[in-house]
């Protein structure tokens, strides 16, 4: 995991990468986890360099295994990346989503961002509304 301090319009985020597969890159900004979907695919790294990550390799699954309780305590939720209006909601209560599919789209300094589902599974709550005003780290869908 890399780990990087931005500076922004005078705001400081601490950025980690948690992994890349394809196109999807899983980080984690000011402890907010986001599935962020790349414009180019990230080349595997080279059979040199995994040798010595086989172990973080070992480490993923485990990571992936304690979200699991998590559809039992109510979900993954989608969040707002920043603060906006919701101009669409894509996705129902009871859809099923698979990761990196768009489940709304929200807008935020006159820009349209696509909320991307960051896990496959079934749309279990949608919490907001087409015109909704929402701030950073709002939910936006819980995916069960």
Do not use: C, W
Not at 28 to 43: D, K
């Amino acid at each position: 995991m890399k780990e990087y301090r931005f500076k922004i319009g005078g705001k400081e985020y601490a950025v980690a990468i948690n992994g890349i597969e394809g196109r999807i890159a899983e980080l984690t900004v000011n402890g907010v986890n986001y599935s962020v979907e790349l414009e180019n695919e990230v080349p595997a790294p080279a059979p040199q360099a995994s040798a010595p990550k086989a172990p973080a390799a070992q480490a993923a699954p485990a990571a992936a295994a304690k979200p699991a309780p998590a559809p039992s305590g109510g979900g993954k939720k989608v969040t707002s990346p920043l603060p906006g209006v919701i101009i669409s909601v894509d996705v129902k209560e009871g859809q099923a989503v698979k990761r990196g599919q768009k489940v709304a789209v929200i807008e935020a300094m006159k820009m349209e961002n696509e909320i991307l589902a960051a896990v496959d599974g079934t749309i279990t709550a949608v919490h907001v509304n087409k015109g909704d005003s929402v701030l950073e780290g709002a939910d936006i869908v819980t995916i069960g």
